[in-house]
């Protein structure tokens, strides 16, 4: 029944993909755009004032009108003071973002007949807080019910862990168009548990063709030496090597050898690129992967996973053949091409379809057991209570029953990516960050720091909140952190120096980020916040964005 369907978006830097599970075999399936093609362009053209033109046709316009493209939005996304102006009106990434989420559900619409509303999006396992805040707020001014925002390699492992391929450690490299995540994670009699995890937010398959791009201008450089205005200072000629590296990046896959027109100032050159030669260029940006790699390896050596029995790639800049033969030499690991554009979307579909499945197993369970359903917990059920409801549920849904079993048994551990702690002094006055949660540490996961303040009868203490990726309690180096967010403690007047006060980070099983404080003396106060960040748009700048965007077409 396609309105019980949570679906799955792989929200990419460069490409856009949309997945559900289907009804009957209770496989994930891609949903194709209108176009035909499975995935998307993560392109957006600003046409007029009311009209927004997302995926390829924007794509091809940015040949001739750039300054109204925007592209590869996925890294400026979280970043605060990242705007663009369009017919007098200052946009954000979100809201950008946002264009892309509404062209996948518009055309899943138009092939499912059903209008996606519950959704998985997809980020880097390697996105901050603020970052996956303003993901999840993207889907949220597209008028969707964001359930979760999980990480790319783990919703990959999600889909290969689907297959039934037995126990094993993967090792899952996820080079996408803009971003690279590295991340081991463990399969374990249907669990699936992200043992560490690495990345580089800014660094994908985009920067191979920006290698590209600058051979090209390079060449023609060389042909018309002290020609009036380099290759690399026309908006249009840049716009033209970019597609023309991209395509001749795919064309390396297959073939020894590319042949790229630079066009520009009336003049032509043909350049050839070989493969060979393309390798040479982007070995740096390989050996940035490599390097990545090693560490979260080792990272999982230390947290008790000395081998890896399988190394995963995922992400269509994977499909470069430089990327399989440089990991097999390095690390003598079997490796598998595993669905590299569709695992992510389809292990999205995957897990938000086991949201909805124990959402429905949870409230069954308590109408039989007279619980609310927040309070059931489904491992202490009685088997043949558990076993009635998911009956139940899989009749209501219009699921096999094995699919109810199977999706909404799994089990899924993830870790965080950074660490989170409180700026705070120490006896000589030095400043430090006192992480209680770190980087790596499974979630959720929940930790309380008692701390002293500093100064006597300050009726009000503010708690400033870092987030940084250092795997010490103690970090001395601020420049190392970055403030998130802060939150402050109204104490009791007159109180003298060091009076206790007790801060309790909980980080939620999606990295979300929840604080309370707790002035310790007698009658003292408690306070209780989610991180809100000025990284990301505020609450009334969200309205402004959904209400502006009821007036938008979206069209592909």
């Known amino acids: 029944m396609s309105e019980n369907r949570v679906y799955g978006i792989d929200l990419g830097t460069t490409y856009t993909c949309i997945a559900h599970v289907d009804d009957t075999s209770g496989r994930p399936m891609v949903t194709p755009n209108i176009e035909g093609e499975l995935t998307t362009p993560s392109v957006v053209l600003f046409e007029d004032d009311e009209t927004r033109v997302v995926g390829r046709e924007a794509k091809n316009t940015a040949l001739l009108e750039a300054d109204r493209v925007i592209e590869m939005i996925k890294r400026e996304i979280g970043k605060p003071n990242w705007r663009r102006e369009f017919f007098g009106r200052e946009v954000s990434p979100e809201e950008i973002s946002s264009y892309i989420l509404r062209k996948a559900v518009d055309d899943a619409e138009r092939h499912d007949r059903v209008r996606p509303q519950k959704v998985v999006i997809t980020c880097p396992a390697y996105f901050d807080v603020p970052q996956r805040e303003a993901t999840a707020t993207a889907g949220r001014i597209a008028g969707l019910d964001v359930l979760e925002i999980i990480n790319e390699p783990t919703a990959a492992a999600i889909t290969y862990g689907m297959q039934d391929k037995g126990d094993q450690t993967l090792l899952v490299y996820d080079l996408g168009g803009g971003t690279f995540d590295i991340t081991v994670i463990e399969i374990k009699d249907g669990a699936i548990r992200v043992v560490a995890t690495g990345g580089n937010d800014q660094l994908g398959g985009r920067d191979w063709d920006e290698e590209i791009v600058k051979y090209c201008a390079a060449q023609w450089e060389a042909e018309y030496p002290g020609a009036d205005g380099g290759v690399l200072s026309s908006p249009d000629t840049v716009q033209a090597l970019w597609l023309r590296a991209e395509s001749s990046k795919r064309t390396l896959t297959a073939m020894p050898q590319a042949r790229i027109p630079v066009v520009h100032d009336g003049k032509q050159v043909a350049v050839s690129l070989t493969r060979e030669k393309f390798e040479e260029l982007t ?16 990272t999982a050596r230390e947290l008790g996973s000395p081998s890896i029995d399988r190394l995963l790639l995922v992400g269509g800049s994977t499909k470069m053949p430089q990327v399989a033969a440089r990991l097999q030499k390095e690390f003598g690991i079997e490796i598998e091409s595993f669905e590299p554009d569709f695992a992510v979307a389809k292990g999205a579909a995957i897990y938000g379809q086991k949201l909805a499945i124990n959402e429905r197993i949870r409230h069954e369970i308590g109408r039989r057991t007279d619980t609310r359903p927040e309070d059931v917990d489904v491992e202490t059920t009685p088997d043949v209570v558990r076993e009635e409801a998911e009956e139940v549920v899989a009749d209501t849904m219009g699921l096999r029953l094995g699919t109810v079993k199977k999706i909404g048994g799994m089990a899924v551990t993830n870790v965080s990516s950074h660490s989170f702690g409180v700026l705070a002094f120490l006896p ?26 500093k100064d006597g009868g300050a009726p009000l203490i503010e708690l400033k909140i870092f987030e940084n990726t250092s795997g010490e309690k103690i970090v001395r180096d601020l420049d190392t952190g970055e403030e998130v967010t802060s939150a402050v403690l109204e104490m009791q007047a007159g109180l003298p120096p060091n009076s206790p006060i007790d801060v309790t980070f909980r980080l939620d099983g999606q990295g979300r980020l929840h604080i309370t404080g707790q002035d310790k003396a007698e009658g003292g106060n408690i306070v209780r916040a989610s991180v809100e960040t000025d990284r990301v748009l505020s609450a009334e700048e969200v309205e402004q964005a959904i209400e502006y965007g009821r007036g938008i077409r979206v069209i592909g």
């Not at 000589?428 to 002293?452: H, K």
């Open 428 to 453: 000589d006055d030095t400043q430090v960050i006192a992480n209680l949660v770190l980087a790596q540490q499974a979630l959720p996961a929940e930790s309380t720091m008692t701390f002293g303040t």
């Open 283 to 298: 070995a740096p940006l390989l050996e940035n992967t490599v390097t990545y790699t090693k560490a979260v390896i080792e």
